[in-house]
Structure formats: C-alpha cells, structure tokens
T-cell receptor, first 110, second 117 residues
C-alpha cells in the first residue's frame, strides 16, 4: 500500500464547475499537507498548505484536512481553463521528507 | 520571490557520458535542496536531500556513485549523472527550502529533461 493515494484521473469539467480533488494516506504521523499545481513540462508550484486538521481558503481554492479519516481535499470554485494542470497532494511528518501523491490531471473545458 | 532556477532545461547526451544539472535559489538562501525524478504521468520520486556543506542523503535504491550531488553554497546545488544510460532519461526537478522553520515550503525549479541516446 502506498503512503499516499491519489486518483490520477484525468478529470474533465466544464468551465465554472466546482472541482474536488482528493488524497488518502496511511501514515498518521503526517502533519503538513500541501497541494501543488504542475503545468506540463514545468516544476510544481505550491498552492496551499495546511497544518494538522481543518480548512484553509485562498481565493477560489479551499483545502480541507480530515486526519481522523486520513483524507485531504482541494476544492476549486469557478474553475477556469487556466486551472488545467496536474494537481499533486503532498504530506510530511516534520523534518524534510515530503511524500507526493501521483497527481490528478485536470482539464477545464471552455 | 522564492525563485529557483535550473540549468539546462533540456539536455541530450550520448550513452556513457556525464551530465551536470545546476539548481540555484535566486532570491533566498537554501540550506536544504532536494532532487527529484519524475517519469511521464507519474509523481515525484525523491532521489536525495542535499545539505549545504555536507554529504547528500540518498534515498533507498538511488546509486550515490551514479548521481553525484554537490551543495557547495547556500544558493547552488548540482546533480551529476555519471556514465548516463538510456534508462536514466527522465525529468529531473530540484527544490529548495528557505529555512528549517518552513520545511513544508519547497520551491521547485522548472526541471531538466534529460535524454540519453
């Protein structure tokens, strides 16, 4: 079993839709939870991070962490074609080593 | 702020030769940098953790004699793929951390696509 599971998609939605991206994990020691966006042939870009459980909102993006269920989500409201990218969840327990999910490829159709 | 560059962005080399990839933090100092490898449609696989002034820490299964890492300054780390073979062809990405208090905050370079013929 992988430490972090993420559906690779692809996920295709119409412009303006609410997108829900999810990851599950098995290591209860994870405390930091991050979402990265990666455009094709580019390095990942940190979108949001959350420490421990709870919600965090930044513009059209909302990150949720449910440690009891070992489940994290990223919601994108009013999705735009420019949101089309691969979204990677990532987690760490402290220290430096970060474990990444496989990434979900998102396509937002105009 | 928090810009990380990589050079070259793309390199093609012949089997048996060595290739050096540079990773620079342009507007911050990074005591720690990471080197990742990414295959098409797959996630990032950590290869090694590079600490300024000390030996790199390699992940299990990564040959330290093949992937030489040098972190000579707070803004520069290099990865040298020695005696490259076609199976080493991949997308190599580095990241840098501004400081231990923000270890979750990795800033990634744009990546280097290596093709070994």
């Amino acid at each position: 079993q992988k430490e972090v599971e993420q559906d690779p998609g692809p996920l295709s939605v119409p412009e303006g839709a609410i997108v829900s991206l999810n990851c599950t994990y098995s290591n209860s020691a994870f405390q930091y939870f991050m979402w990265y966006r990666q455009y094709s042939r580019k390095g990942p870009e940190l979108l949001m991070y959350t420490y421990s459980s709870g919600n965090k909102e930044d513009g059209r993006f909302t990150a949720q962490v449910d440690k009891s269920s070992k489940y994290i989500s990223l919601f994108i409201r009013d999705s735009q074609p420019s949101d089309s990218a691969t979204y990677l969840c990532a987690m760490m327990s402290g220290g430096f080593k970060t474990i990444f999910g496989a990434g979900t490829r998102l396509f937002v159709k105009a | 702020g928090a810009v990380v560059s990589q050079h070259p962005s793309r390199v093609i080399c012949k089997s048996g030769t060595s290739v050096k990839i540079e990773c620079r933090s342009l507007d911050f100092q990074a005591t720690t940098m990471f080197w990742y490898r990414q295959f098409p449609k797959q996630s990032l696989m950590l290869m090694a953790t590079s600490n300024e002034g000390s030996k790199a820490t390699y992940e299990q299964g990564v040959e330290k004699d093949k992937f030489l890492i040098n972190h000579a300054s707070l803004t520069l780390s290099t990865l040298t793929v020695t005696s490259a073979h076609p199976e080493d062809s991949s997308f190599y990405i580095c990241s840098a951390v501004p400081g231990p208090q923000s270890s979750y905050e990795q800033y990634f370079g744009p990546g280097t696509r290596l093709t070994v013929t």
